[in-house]
Structures are given as structure tokens and as C-alpha cells.
């Protein structure tokens, strides 16, 4: 089994690499590719993961290239990574938007729709080369905006599926409290990438007992300290939300606390420093317990767990995964990508099959339905572009929604991101 890794010259590429090395029952991965057009990184980063495979008796062979077309050929999988622009891009996003008085983040608001518009063509330029190159490859989409990024993927007819970790990241924390193995929690996830809410929490499967509402009882303190949300909003709301709820909940606070900080984007490239001079230890093999701060944590585990539920191995049956809605959601269409927990180890090799979900609250279902007309939107301008296309969108999203608002933001995403958007 080949699996490629575009945007392998990350620094979180280690956790990827630990997890492949630790779960090779379930992933008997061959060959591993690691592909970045930064070379000295990732020559850094595919020295440490041939440490990490030797320490852990992974007989696998990685390789690195910055020949995409050559790393892809042959895979039976590939990992999207990447992030156009880097970090100064990221920094970009996450503080014009304040400007405005809008939240600064990279995966929603102004700056959502801002990565959004420099990703999505580059994504969809390397999955016709994935398609060239190996035309049964399956392209696994962790790049943000998620939802976005795979609903383009599936549009031009890409065998995608898109990944984040929020929703084991949250398995794992339910089952630690729970007492339970995570293997024995399945989440009722509802909704889009980074807008979902948690509706049930389910001893071993879709069918079993719903052990939500005695653990919001017994540790609703703990699940809103993580959340950085009051108690008493899960007691009101009776499920537990996603963290990235907080700029939709507490928008205003949250703008206040972004002026008064350092940005993500600053901590995470100081932080990228740091890792890298671990990285260049010819002792080092294993990952570092500094990257556990670098964000994605389980993204391993869930990498893993989808790539061998794809390509017809182990892993387990269910998986929260982005993927066509195709009727989960009644109230959307069709062809919007959901975040919903699916059955990913189809026989026929067909992939993901969304599983019945709880039907939503108007009080969740509202703003589903707001954000995916937003993402609709957010595609167009990615797709086309065009000045007229991104104030829709902006004027679109929830965060936004004023009409003066949207032109000021308009106006700062296309100056901060002329490099990026031959268009503007």
C-alpha cells in the first residue's frame, strides 16, 4: 500500500507519521511519500519520520519529493495538508478582520472565506494530477475550510472525503470521563466542519443507550471549561457544541480577547521554530511532546482509521467524516457537504454513506442552513472569483451580514491576498 502526503513538509507531519508507525495493523502501509515544494524542510521532517519508523520497527519505506506528479503516481491514498500562503497568511487572516470589529480566525468569518479563496484552486489543480496519476486513489481532505475544500473536491468528481478532529478529539475526551474505551463512544454529530453539535452520546453504536444527558449532568463543568463556554449554555442548549461554536456564541467577547493577545498564527509559527530545531536532533526519534500544542490532536488516529476503512483493511465501520449530504439533512441539498458520522468501510469500495442523524433543533438547524448558503457562496468565489462574488459571500456569512461590514472586508481580503488571487 502507497500513501502520499502532500504538504509532508509540515511540522505536524510527525504526529501523522507516529500514528502510521503505531497503527500498522490497521494501515500496513509499504511506501510513504512526503511531498512539499520546501525542500530543506522536508528533508528535515522525512529524516525524523525514518527515525520514528526504524524506533517503532516499521519496515515501511518513506521517501520525499517536491515532484508532485512523481509522489502521487501509484497511491492508493492521499492526505491533503497544506496551507497556501503559510503562516503569514494565516496572520493576515486572523487579524484584518478585526479591523471591521469580526472575529480573525482561518476557518470562518472573513478569514475563513480568505483561505478559502486561495486553496480551493490549488487543491483542485493537484486533484487532477492525483486523478492522472493514479486514477483509484482516494484524496483525504484535512486541508481547511474542510467543508468547503471537499465540497469542491466532490463537485469535480474527486473520490474525497474530507476529515477534522474535532469530533474524536471530543470521543476521546467523553470517553476518559465516561470511563469508557473510545471505541466504545459514538457521537450523534450533526452539522458542517467546524459547526456541529454533539446531539447523543452512545454506549457502542448508533443504536445504544445515550449517555449525553448524564454526562453533561456529572461533568457539564468540565465539557464547558474545554469549550470555553458558561455551564449554564450546554444545560439551556442540552448538547454539547463544537469549540468553534464560541465565535457564533460569544462573538463580541471574542473579538475583544483576539485585540488584546497575541495571535494563534504568531504562537504557532514561534512555535514551528522551535519544532524544527527539535526536527534537525539526528537523536530524535519520536515525536516531541511540544507538538501536542501545535493543534490536530488524534488527526493521526482519524487519518489512519479512514485510510484503512477506504482501501477495504481494518479500522473501524463508523467514522465522522465530511461528505454529500444526500438527504441526512432534509433541510439542506443535496450537494452540501455535511460533518455526520457515516459508514466508511463500504464493500464495494463505494465509500462514505451518511448514517441517520437526530434531526436537529430549528434553534441548530437555522444557522446549518445559514453557514452551508454561506459555503455555497464562499465556492462560487473560489471557483470564479470576482470582487462582486466575495462581498455575497461575506455579506452571506452570519459573523457578517452587513452590508457595510461586507464591503470594508471585501476591500481588506483582496488587498492582503493579491499574491494568491490572479483575479484580483
Given amino acids: ?56 520497527d516499521h519496515a515501511g519505506l518513506v521517501t520525499t519529493t517536491t515532484d508532485l506528479d512523481a509522489g502521487v ?11 497556501v500562503g503559510g503562516q503569514a497568511a494565516r496572520l493576515q487572516d486572523e487579524t484584518w478582520p478585526l479591523e471591521c470589529g469580526c472575529v480573525g480566525q482561518e476557518t470562518t468569518g472573513a478569514g475563513g472565506l480568505a483561505k478559502a479563496l486561495r486553496t ?23 486541508t481547511n475550510p474542510v467543508g468547503i475544500v471537499t465540497r469542491a473536491l466532490l463537485r469535480a468528481g474527486h473520490r474525497a472525503v474530507g ?6 478529539g471530543l470521543q476521546r475526551k467523553f470517553a476518559a470521563l465516561l470511563d469508557l474505551a ?22 457502542g453504536g448508533p443504536d445504544g443507550e445515550d449517555l449525553l444527558p448524564g454526562l453533561l449532568a456529572e461533568h457539564g463543568e468540565a465539557v464547558a471549561a474545554d469549550l470555553r463556554l458558561p455551564r449554564a449554555v450546554l444545560d439551556r442548549l442540552g448538547v454539547v457544541p463544537s469549540y468553534y461554536l464560541r465565535y457564533f456564541y460569544s462573538h463580541d467577547e471574542v473579538v475583544r480577547e483576539l485585540g488584546t493577545k497575541p495571535s494563534r498564527a504568531a504562537e504557532v509559527a514561534a512555535m514551528e521554530r522551535e519544532l524544527l530545531g527539535l526536527y534537525a536532533d539526528p537523536a530524535l526519534d519520536e515525536k516531541p511532546a511540544l507538538l501536542a500544542k501545535r493543534g490536530g490532536a488524534f488527526y493521526s488516529e482519524a487519518a489512519v482509521d479512514l485510510a484503512a476503512a477506504l482501501l477495504g483493511g481494518g479500522g473501524p465501520q463508523f467514522q465522522v467524516v465530511n461528505t454529500y449530504n444526500n438527504g441526512t439533512l432534509p433541510f439542506l441539498p443535496d450537494d452540501a457537504v455535511v460533518e455526520v458520522q457515516a459508514r466508511v468501510r463500504a464493500a464495494d469500495g463505494s465509500g462514505p454513506v451518511p448514517l441517520p442523524v437526530p434531526r436537529p433543533d430549528p434553534l441548530f438547524a437555522g444557522l446549518i442552513s445559514h453557514v452551508s448558503a454561506y459555503e455555497n457562496l464562499a465556492l462560487d468565489a473560489a471557483l470564479r472569483g470576482g470582487r462582486e462574488r466575495v462581498f455575497r459571500a461575506l455579506l452571506a456569512h452570519p459573523l457578517v451580514g452587513q452590508y457595510d461590514l461586507a464591503e470594508g472586508l471585501t476591500d481588506r481580503l483582496l488587498a492582503h491576498n493579491k499574491e494568491h488571487l490572479p483575479w484580483a
Fill in 1 to 56: 500500500m502507497k500513501l502520499a502526503v502532500v504538504g509532508g513538509g509540515s511540522t505536524y507531519t510527525p504526529e501523522l507519521i507516529d500514528g502510521f508507525a503505531r497503527l500498522r495493523d490497521t494501515l500496513p502501509v509499504e511506501e510513504l511519500v512526503l511531498i512539499d515544494p520546501a525542500t530543506e524542510r522536508l528533508e528535515l521532517i522525512g529524516a525524523l519520520a525514518r527515525r520514528i519508523f526504524a524506533r517503532q
Fill in 73 to 83: 503516481a501509484g497511491a492508493d491514498a492521499v492526505l491533503l495538508q497544506l496551507r
Fill in 120 to 142: 480551493v484552486p490549488v487543491v483542485l489543480d493537484i486533484a487532477e494530477r492525483v486523478r492522472r496519476a493514479s486514477p483509484g486513489a482516494w484524496i483525504i481532505d484535512f
Fill in 163 to 168: 476529515l477534522c478532529n474535532v469530533a474524536i
Fill in 182 to 203: 473510545p471505541a466504545d463512544v459514538h457521537l450523534d454529530h450533526v452539522g458542517l466542519n467546524h459547526l456541529t453539535w454533539e446531539l447523543g452520546v452512545r454506549r
